[in-house]
């Protein structure tokens, strides 16, 4: 089953604008991580947020949690064609020392129009 | 380094046959995962193994099977095929449980059973 769940689901923007994404999980969880794949080929992390911190920052990428509404937002800055991809969080609610199993959600369609 | 490599890339099968999907993680990964991702979805977690043990098991029916060999690298198998396991079939590997738990996904076996 998945946890989260992204909104929303399909995304088009253009070039050099900002794109937000949203994600929710029902449980509590160790951390969040958002994912992104290409063409229904092999994911790629991007971040990781701990369920202690608030906001996280890599590059053009701003992720924020906010684990009192059990959700998630990744930002992406002056986008770019390249950016055109599906975009995952997951989420990691494992017992320490319990194997990581990611649950994802569903997924947002980003599209970026040169 | 290289990545996860998985193989092989594409494979067809016939309903009822059995499948042997192979995985090799990255270089000093001793933890592989193994997600199956149907077309529209988020991946699903299957298992995870950690040195050469299960450590963690999806819902998924005991047609579905995998192995670790003491090199790390992994086997999935799927016995009388369904229809509906045609996926995108993803391995990750990651230093679980030491260091960080972000997952690093191969490129993944896009299996079609017809």
């Known amino acids: 089953s998945q946890q989260g769940e992204e909104d929303p689901q399909a995304l088009s923007i253009q070039e050099g604008e900002n794109a937000t994404m949203n994600c929710s999980y029902k449980t509590s969880i160790n951390n969040l991580q958002w994912y992104r794949q290409n063409s229904g080929r092999g994911l790629v992390h991007l971040i990781l947020?701990?369920?202690?911190?608030r906001e996280k920052h890599s590059g053009r990428l701003r992720v924020t949690l906010d684990t009192s509404k059990k959700s998630s937002s990744l930002l992406i800055t002056a986008s770019r064609a390249a950016d055109t991809a599906s975009y995952f969080c997951a989420t990691d609610a494992a017992h320490s020392g319990s194997a990581r199993q990611l649950t994802f959600g569903s997924g947002t369609q980003l599209t970026v129009l040169p | 380094d290289a990545g996860v490599t998985q193989s092989p890339t594409h494979l067809i099968k016939t309903r009822g046959q059995h499948v042997t999907l192979r995985c090799s993680p990255i270089s000093g990964h001793k933890s592989v995962s193994w997600y199956q991702q149907v077309l529209g979805q988020g991946p699903q977690f299957i298992f995870q193994y950690y040195e050469k043990e299960e450590r963690g098991r999806g819902n998924f029916p005991d047609r579905f099977s995998a192995r670790q060999f003491p090199n790390y690298s992994s086997e999935l198998n799927v016995n009388a095929l369904l229809l509906g396991d045609s996926a995108l079939y993803l391995c990750?590997?990651?230093?679980?449980?030491?260091?960080?738990?972000?997952?690093?996904f191969g490129p993944g076996t896009r299996l079609t059973v017809t």
């Open positions: 990750a590997s990651s230093l679980w449980p030491l260091g960080s738990y972000e997952q690093y």
């Open positions: 947020i701990r369920s202690n911190e």
